[in-house]
């Protein structure tokens, strides 16, 4: 049904009890994951929420569990599962907000723009506290928040943090929010190729830690080569390339085994086993498959492909 509008996101709770989405109709849904039935439903008129993050799993209690959104309009909004109620709105930014994640601790929410600017925001006091400026131009598509140990890499840190950029771009941050300490660890530049002028969709720029080392980044985007590039924080190089048959437009890795779901425009979803070297292919989609999503457990992964979201059992082989 066309009528209905696009999912932007999936996030889950970390204890796996339930799942959330956001639409391009300003909802945001929280379904069990049990049932699949709605719960939740918080919904903002007039705008569209592009990006959703789930408390993580330091904010244990019922009570500390809370959806960070970001919209269409600049705003931020937070919402307590345990009250259904909205707790905080503030404008961190003056453009559409694109990317949002927690810190480790839950206290500090980030949040990137259309624009290339990340904000820093700190929900207890309501106030944001800094801005990084250094992707200005080109819309932040990722923002990924990994715990770090404090001395690794050479830096003082509690949590290791990314941002991509449409750019092809990728930053790599350390910091420590409760000292406002942040540095950056790394810059990225990918080599881009022309966009084509049919393509509905522009690959986007993809960049996460991998969750069995999280020292190697993996990237996928509109690079000269159709390609997921493994690169490692030590070694600052490309450690491992791995060739896809199209851009990809999506992209998540499995917390449990070595695997790596790939979404592409053209309806179709690639699982690779890194572990093994061997990928599977999986049509089914009627559309563009624009998000995968592991959850934590990793027994299951969601993909989205406009409005229709498709659930896979992920087996161990």
Partial sequence: DRGSLQVNEVVFSPSESHCATCGEDGSVRVWSLASLELVIQFQVLNQSCLCLAWSP????????????????????????ISRTAMELKMRPHPSALTAVAFSTDGQTVLSGDKDGLVAVSRPCTGMTFRVLSDHRGAPISTIQVTSKEYADL????????????????????????????????????????????????????LAAFCPWDRLLLVHAGLGVHKEVTVYSLRQKQVVERISL?????????????????IG???????????????????????????????????????????NEILVWEVTSH
């Fill in 264 to 306: 592409f425009a053209e309806c179709l979803l690639r699982l690779v086993d890194c572990a093994l070297g061997t990928a599977q292919d999986f049509a089914g989609h009627g559309d563009a498959v624009h998000l995968c999503r592991f959850t934590p457990s990793a027994r299951l992964l969601f993909t989205v492909a406009y």
């Fill in 154 to 205: 050479g830096v003082q840190g509690t949590d290791l943090w990314l941002a991509a950029s449409g750019d092809q771009r990728v930053s790599v941050w350390a910091s420590d929010w409760l000292w406002n300490r942040c540095e950056l660890l790394d810059w990225l530049s990918f080599p881009t190729t022309a966009v084509l002028e049919t393509q509905d969709h522009q690959p986007p720029a």
């Fill in 57 to 80: 799993p330091a904010c244990g209690r019922p009570e500390q569990q809370r959806l960070a959104a970001g919209y269409s309009d600049g705003t931020l909004r937070l919402f307590s």
């Fill in 245 to 261: 048959p199209f851009f990809a437009i999506s992209l998540s890795l499995s917390p449990g085994a070595h695997l790596l779901a």
